[in-house]
Structures are given as C-alpha cells and as structure tokens.
C-alpha cells in the first residue's frame, strides 16, 4: 500500500514552462520533506514544510502543506535543465519514521 | 563538515554470496536508515539504527541485516544474494532524536548480482 501517492509519475516539458507536482496521503503528517535526485547520486533534501498551509519559497521553487497535512505540491516556475531530476517527498510519523512517495521523474528540455 | 560517506561505491556479485556494505554518518548524527533504490519499486526503506538498536525496520526479508557501532558508522549485510537484489543501496544519517528527521544521503553503492 502506498500511502504517499505522488503525480503525475512522470513529466517531460520545454525549458521556460511552468509546472506542479502533487505528494497525497490519506494520513496526516508531523512535517513533509521534498528531496531531489540527480542520476547516479543519492536524494538531497530541498524543504520540510511543518505547518498546515505553509508555503516555502527556494528560488523558483514553491512549497505548499496543505491546511490538514496530508498533502503537498511543489511547483517550479520557468523550468530550467537544472531542474531536471527525480522529485520525491516523504512524510514524517511520530514513530520517527517517514513514508515515502514513488517520486516523480521531471525532464526540461532545453 | 564531511558529508556521508558509503564504501564501496560499485560492488558486482554473483548469486548466493554475501556483501557487506558500509556507512559513516555525518558528524553528531545518530541515526542512519538504509534504503534500496529500483527503478521499478523506487526507494524502500529498509532499516533505521539510532544509538546501536534497530529503531525501525520495513519489511524485507531476514536475509539483509545491519548494525550500527558506538561511532554510529553502520554497516548492512545482505546474504545469499539474488538477481533481485541488484540496486542502488542508500545509506542516509540524520540529527538526532528528530521524529523523522531530514534524511542526508550519501552517494549510494551500485550492488550488481550476476
């Protein structure tokens, strides 16, 4: 059972283009994390989101924790080829264990 | 301050051998995870350690094993290896006492079963 559904799974876009990816649960979570990994490299965190209806801003990243924590988006505004990676986000338990989502695999072409 | 470091990087074995595999944490960090990456199942969770004891664990079979020392370094054994066991292995340490704290990866071992 995954109980992190992250969509779309896959997304292949133009260099320029604006874009949002979605992490759903059912569960509620004590903070969200958004990682992201390049090829042949082990995930690098971007953002924990703690609070119901928090955004974060890095660059032309946004963040968004839904009101009831069990949801989150990501959305990257005029997507570059840097961006390009697989985007995954994990939700944290009290149990200290996190719950990871499949991930989403994004391309920009230049 | 170093990051975390995974030993060996690239690892190729045959079925029914055994490998062992290794992690140093960042410095103060108590808690290690490790993970298995696939394509096709993504990133599972495989085991966390936090101050020598399994403090969780996902549901592998008793065939891959871990432990962590008093430095917290940590070292993952998987024996009588099978074709599916080839994967990307994530070792990722985090600070401690955090109920799912930030996750530091390291690079990862590339672990081949011919």
């Known amino acids: 059972t995954q109980l992190l559904e992250q969509s779309p799974q896959f997304l292949s876009i133009q260099e320029g283009e604006n874009l949002t990816v979605y992490c759903n649960s059912s569960?509620?979570?004590?903070?969200l994390q958004w990682y992201r990994q390049e090829p042949g490299e082990g995930p690098v965190l971007l953002v924990t989101v703690v609070t119901g209806g928090e955004v974060k801003k890095l660059k032309r990243l946004t963040f968004q924790f839904g009101d009831a924590r069990k949801d989150s988006s990501l959305h990257i505004t005029a997507a570059q080829p840097g961006d390009t990676g697989l985007y995954l986000c994990?939700?944290?338990?009290?149990?200290?264990?996190?719950?990871w989502g499949a991930g989403t695999k994004l391309i920009i072409k230049p | 301050k170093a990051g975390v470091t995974q030993t060996p990087r690239y690892l190729i074995k045959t079925r029914g051998q055994q490998v062992t595999l290794s992690c140093s944490p960042i410095s103060g960090h108590r808690s290690v995870s490790w993970y298995q990456q696939t394509p096709g199942q993504g990133l599972q969770f495989l085991f966390e350690?936090?101050?020598?004891?399994?403090?969780n664990k996902g549901n592998f079979p008793g065939r891959f094993s871990g432990r962590q020392f008093s430095n917290s370094r940590s070292e993952m054994n998987v024996s009588t290896l099978e074709l599916g066991d080839s994967a990307l292995y994530l070792c990722?340490?985090?600070?401690?006492?955090?109920?799912?704290?930030?996750?530091?990866f390291g690079p990862g071992t590339r672990l081949t079963v011919l």
């Open positions: 350690y936090f101050s020598e004891t399994q403090r």
């Open positions: 569960s509620v979570f004590s903070s």
């Open positions: 994990a939700g944290a338990r009290s149990n200290y264990q996190l719950i």
């Open positions: 990722a340490s985090s600070l401690p006492g955090l109920a799912g704290g930030e996750q530091f």
